[in-house]
């Protein structure tokens, strides 16, 4: 069953690396907030040590984790098993995001392959690392990645990019400001 782990010990590291899905959780601080949870995939996750592992994010509908991140850092990313031995993987920690121009934008984005209409890397410290049992987690087969929003931001384009992002991703559903707003 399930165990708890000061760090993301070698064989969370292999579980996570194998993994092709992985899901982001954060909320506000108002319990009148929505609490925010997004799929992830393409190859966006990077563990950089035991306690420490970023993402990149790509320009997409919202930018919740941005704004939740920015008032209280709070962030749970989870991995689960669909199509191994059962198990569930939670990565508690502190969350923050990078924008390119960031002093370490530029050492950070070395982690990862290119893709057109990159917003942003989320960086997560994190604190406790916890495994569960997964058993309700049904068998999957991983077919591919979706092209779709790497193929739709590359039909957009950079000027257009920055346009949707002023409209979309400045500030979150309810009302929080992002960091992409601050920088202009």
């Not at 000061?6 to 907030?33: C, M, N, Y």
């Not at 609490?35 to 996750?45: H, R």
């Not at 689960?80 to 960031?102: E, K, S, T």
């Amino acid at each position: 069953m399930g165990k708890v782990f000061e760090v993301i010990t070698e064989k969370l590291q292999a579980f996570i690396r194998s993994q092709h899905l992985f899901f982001v959780a954060t909320a506000p601080l108002s319990d009148e907030g929505h609490i925010n949870l997004s799929p992830k995939g393409l190859d966006c996750f990077r563990i950089l040590s035991e306690n420490q592992v970023a993402y990149l994010d790509l320009v997409g509908s919202g930018n919740e984790t941005s704004a939740h991140l920015l008032e209280n850092s709070r962030i749970t990313l989870m991995f689960c098993a669909l199509n191994d031995a059962p198990m569930i993987l939670r990565l508690y920690g502190q969350g923050r995001v990078v924008l390119p121009g960031n002093t370490q934008w530029d050492d950070l984005i070395s982690h990862f392959p290119f893709y057109t209409g990159i917003r942003q890397i989320v960086v997560a410290d994190i604190d406790r690392v916890q495994t569960s049992c997964g058993f309700g987690v049904p068998l999957y087969d991983y077919q591919g990645e979706r092209d779709a929003l790497p193929r739709w931001a590359e039909q957009k384009g950079e000027a257009d990019l920055v346009t949707y992002q002023r409209e979309k991703n400045w500030i979150s559903i309810d009302g929080l400001p992002t960091p992409l707003s601050r920088r202009e």
